[in-house]
């Protein structure tokens, strides 16, 4: 399956989007393609969308630090502005259950 869109110099936005895509999935369709989002002129921008992206949607998050495709670590290595920011969200505690609040009563009779 040949893309010649991903070629196009003037195809920034297809390009963050198909990668995007296959991370997602974690499966290509089209190495070349995929590789290809990653070796034209703007491949530094690429990376930075994917990652700023991946800051704000959880999903693609998982998928970047899950991923077989990229290598997130050194995705991160030369930018620390993100490493920052994935290393300070990663600290986060994960967001469990919060305690009720009224809600339903305890069946357990208090009296002896």
């Given at each position: 399956?040949?893309?010649?869109?991903?070629?196009?110099?003037?195809?920034?936005?297809?390009?963050v989007?198909?990668?995007?895509?296959?991370?997602?999935?974690?499966?290509?369709?089209?190495?070349?393609?995929?590789?290809?989002?990653?070796?034209?002129?703007?491949?530094?921008?690429?990376?930075?969308?994917?990652?700023?992206?991946?800051?704000?949607?959880?999903?693609?998050?998982?998928a970047?630090?899950?991923?077989?495709?990229?290598?997130?670590?050194?995705?991160?290595?030369?930018?620390?502005?993100?490493?920052?920011?994935?290393?300070?969200?990663?600290?986060?505690?994960?967001?469990?259950?919060?305690?009720?609040v009224?809600?339903?009563?305890?069946?357990?009779?208090?009296?002896?």
């Amino acid at each position: 399956m040949y893309l010649p869109k991903v070629y196009d110099p003037g195809a920034h936005a297809y390009r963050v989007r198909y990668a995007t895509a296959n991370i997602l999935r974690d499966r290509v369709v089209n190495e070349g393609a995929f590789n290809a989002c990653f070796e034209m002129d703007d491949a530094e921008e690429v990376i930075c969308a994917i990652l700023r992206r991946g800051l704000k949607n959880p999903k693609l998050r998982e998928a970047l630090e899950r991923s077989h495709l990229i290598n997130l670590t050194q995705w991160l290595a030369p930018r620390p502005e993100f490493s920052e920011a994935y290393y300070a969200t990663e600290s986060k505690p994960t967001a469990g259950k919060a305690p009720r609040v009224g809600g339903r009563k305890s069946r357990r009779s208090t009296h002896p």
